[in-house]
């Protein structure tokens, strides 16, 4: 049986209470000193009763009462199911290399004692543990397979934790299928010219089966993009495999992209494993943030581009696929063929076609338009009711720079539905950098409209924005009336038209 005894804490209780189950012979396996607790697991107490009168006797003890687990037992339990809902293995370490704690992925993977046995090569372990657990992230053979590995110290002389990411979750992770689903033009929302005229392009572009290189700062939509052009491509039926060159060291990256044959390195899977461009036969790849990729990578993708062909690390073979490649960067690359960082010739077979996305700050009112889809898609993401942007919130949005584009807005937009707890967001629930966190529809005077706004537009912006702010103050449309010196009709009406909820007469 397991106690919980509640006591008014003093000096020696513990053991005096640890005393009385002594004298009735009664072992204790587990006990836990949490004071005003303590909590006792006796597998050889069965009946509480006999033992009452004694321990009440005990100076300082309050209630004693059955528990199922105890709290500490309670706690490794759901430690326990967090780190095994992981499919990646995860470790905790200590700093001699031994490991202390593997979830269930890391046991059934690899199940060693130390770092040393665990990773196929001791000199990765050596580094991890020499670098404190701040070795940046590489990759790493274990049981033959390529993992990239990530590590973080537990805190002083603690040890560290590693995470091993697994390969064929790298590629889900770097798999655009997985979210973009069948998400084409449609998907890319933007009225504004700009946004018109790269759609009118792309949509030209798109049906041209060269390689097109997708230009614009992050967070612009250029992977949206991309995907949009594969589904209007004659290849929108076959894969499209999206890699992040700049998320993997260069040896990962190299068997992502071209595979690897069978005993290429060191415990190499033994059938060897295609990689993307063999997965994508026929389809296209995506390759995000080109102008990370290194310079024996570029060599290598350039011999691809020229000939269709490739060899997968460690073969001889020649590979041949016919694969559409859809590039993009937020770099500037003629500026870094100057500096020799990219290959100038790799440059003109990348971007035989080109797109460039305009940044969030130049689309005008796609701001708004895609703050409430963002909002739209949040609200039913997270559970929450249907929610909407007040007048001030849409005018602060539409004032903001938005440095981080079309990501950091959906962002913004996440976090304040997710937070909030009303369904119409102000300013002030947005938390944008620079902008006015007080409830202010008053800064419906403070900022301008969104560009390309008309009059009656304009008009309608202020006198949600006005009505908002006041309606808190005068709460019925007879006392706004009164306030503005109009008809309580008036004001019931507009209160209708802007969806401003509670609108009593
Ligand atoms: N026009 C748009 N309409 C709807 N959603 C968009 C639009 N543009 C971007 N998004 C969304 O914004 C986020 C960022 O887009 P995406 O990943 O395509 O940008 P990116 O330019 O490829 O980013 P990075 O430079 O970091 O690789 C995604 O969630 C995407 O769905």
Same mark, same amino acid.
């Given at each position: 049986m397991r106690i919980e005894i509640a006591f008014s804490d003093r000096v020696g209780i513990a053991s005096e209470i640890l005393t009385v189950l002594a004298h009735h012979s009664l072992d204790a396996v587990?006990?836990?000193?949490?004071?005003?607790?303590?909590?006792?697991?006796?597998?050889?107490?069965?009946?509480?009763?006999?033992?009452?009168p004694e321990l009440e006797q005990v100076q300082g003890v309050q209630a004693i009462r059955p528990v199922d687990l105890l709290p500490g037992a309670r706690r490794r339990l759901y430690l326990d199911a967090l780190l095994d809902a992981f499919a990646d293995p995860v470790l905790a370490i200590d700093a001699k290399g031994r490991m202390l704690v593997a979830n269930a992925a890391a046991s059934a993977l690899a199940p060693g004692?130390?770092?040393?046995?665990?990773l196929d090569d001791p000199a990765?372990?050596?580094?991890?543990?020499? =670098?404190?657990?701040?070795?940046?992230?590489?990759?790493?053979?274990?049981?033959g397979e390529p993992y990239l590995i990530e590590a973080r110290p537990l805190g002083d002389g603690a040890g560290g934790m590693v995470h091993l990411h697994a390969p064929q979750r790298l590629g889900e992770r770097m798999n655009a299928l997985q979210h973009l689903g069948?998400?084409?033009?449609?998907?890319?929302?933007?009225?504004?010219?700009?946004?018109?005229?790269?759609?009118?392009?792309?949509?030209?572009?798109?049906?041209?089966?060269?390689?097109?290189?997708?230009?614009g700062e992050t967070g612009t939509g250029k992977e949206l993009l991309a995907h949009a052009c594969h589904r209007a491509s004659p290849r929108a039926e076959k894969p499209f495999l999206a890699l992040n060159c700049a998320a993997l060291p260069e040896s990962l990256a190299e068997s992502e992209l071209f595979g690897y044959a069978g005993g290429a390195f060191s415990g190499a899977r033994r059938d060897g494993k295609p990689g993307l461009l063999e997965l994508a036969d026929r389809g296209t790849v995506f390759l995000d943030e080109i102008g990370e990729m290194s310079l024996y990578l570029q060599a290598k993708l350039l011999r691809f581009l020229n000939d269709g062909s490739f060899r997968r690390v460690g073969s001889e073979r020649e590979t041949r696929v016919d694969v559409r490649i859809i590039s993009a960067t937020h770099r500037d690359l003629p500026a870094m063929i100057a500096k020799g960082d990219f290959r100038e010739d790799l440059y003109y077979r990348l971007n035989v076609l080109t797109l460039e996305i305009p940044p969030l700050r130049e689309r005008g009112d796609d701001v708004i338009l895609l703050a409430r889809h963002f909002c739209t898609r949040a609200a039913a993401q997270t559970g929450s009711p249907a929610c909407r942007l007040s007048a001030s919130a849409e005018i602060a949005l539409a004032a903001n720079p938005w440095p981080g584009n079309v990501r950091q807005l959906e962002n913004a937009i996440f976090r304040?539905?997710?937070?909030?707890?009303?369904?119409?967001?102000?300013? =002030?629930?947005?938390?944008?950098?620079?902008? =006015?966190?007080?409830?202010?529809?008053?800064?419906?005077?403070?900022?301008?409209?969104?560009?390309g706004t008309s009059w009656a537009e304009a008009v309608a912006i202020f006198e949600r924005g006005f009505l908002e702010r006041l309606y808190p103050q005068f709460p019925s449309s007879r006392k706004l009336a009164a306030r503005l010196g109009t008809s309580?009709?008036?004001?019931?009406?507009?209160?209708?038209?802007?969806?401003?909820?509670g609108g009593r007469p």
């Open positions: 587990e006990v836990e000193v949490n004071p005003p607790h303590i909590y006792i697991d006796s597998p050889d107490l069965t009946d509480l009763g006999p033992l009452l004692a130390d770092l040393a046995t665990i990765v372990a050596r580094d991890l543990l020499d =670098s404190g657990f701040r070795a940046p992230p590489r990759e790493a053979i274990v049981r069948d998400v084409g033009f449609d998907g890319l929302l933007g009225a504004a010219p700009p946004m018109r005229a790269l759609k009118q392009r792309a949509a030209r572009v798109a049906s041209v089966d060269g390689p097109l290189l997708v230009l304040a539905v997710t937070l909030a707890d009303h369904t119409t967001l102000a300013s =002030s629930d947005l938390e944008l950098a620079g902008a =006015s966190t007080t409830t202010a529809p008053a800064d419906t005077t403070a900022a301008s409209p969104p560009e309580h009709t008036t004001i019931a009406n507009k209160l209708r038209e802007h969806g401003i909820p």
